[in-house]
Every structure is written in C-alpha cells, then in structure tokens.
C-alpha cells in the first residue's frame, strides 16, 4: 500500500510504512523511517488544465525533495518539495513541513515549527 513513483530514489535500510505517496523527484537517502500515510509534493502550484486542455507531463516542472540519512517522519506528515530533511530530522505525526529542516532538529506542528534539537 505504498506509491513510489518513477524518478524517486530510496537509500538502504529505509522503512516505508503503507498508505505513503512518494512522488516523481523525491530522494530519501539510507536509514530513513517514514510513517504511515506520509505525503510528499513535487508541485508548487498543481494545475488541472495547460491552456485550456488537460495537463501532461510537459506542461510543469518537477520540484525535487531531499530526505538526508537517518532522519525520521511521522505518521501523516506531509512534505511539501524543494526541500531538505537534514541528517537524524525527527519530522513529528502530521507536522506540514515547508522549509527545510536542520540536522538533528525536532519539527512538529502546522506549519512546521522547531521544537528542540534531537538529543
């Protein structure tokens, strides 16, 4: 029960939990935990329609997303792209992250907030 689409890239000794959506653009580098229903974006402005007809593959850009070794995501987080997820990151349960994240940095809430450094 877990999406990975194409262009995507997972490390060794990763986790995915079910119900995730890893999209085209995003790279997770080794020892990665992600929770369940994890949600990642490549898209910052998503569109049904180019001019008038549907969008196709041509018509946007992917915006890629980095998740650095060891960090942590929690259930239903989402990720929002063109952003980093330093090492040993602790992203809490249904935190909304837009900017990136420190090395060994604790980030909870809506937005995202830090919350303390990772001991």
């Known amino acids: 029960f877990v999406e990975i689409q194409k262009n995507s ?10 119900h995730t959506f890893i999209c085209e653009g995003v790279r997770i580098e080794d020892e990665v935990f992600v929770g369940h229903g994890v949600m990642f974006i490549n898209d910052r402005e998503p569109q049904a329609t180019a001019g008038g007809s549907l969008q196709t593959e041509a018509d946007w850009t992917v915006v890629p997303t980095k998740v650095c070794r060891g960090a942590s995501i929690g ?3 989402i990720i929002m792209c063109g952003i980093t997820i330093g090492e040993r990151a602790l992203i809490g349960a249904g935190a909304v992250v ?3 994240v420190s090395e060994g940095t604790i980030i909870t809430g809506v937005p995202g907030r830090l919350l303390r450094k990772r001991t």
């Open 9 to 18: 890239k997972i490390g060794a000794r990763c986790k995915i939990s079910s």
């Open 75 to 77: 259930s239903g987080a």
């Open 98 to 100: 837009t900017k990136d």
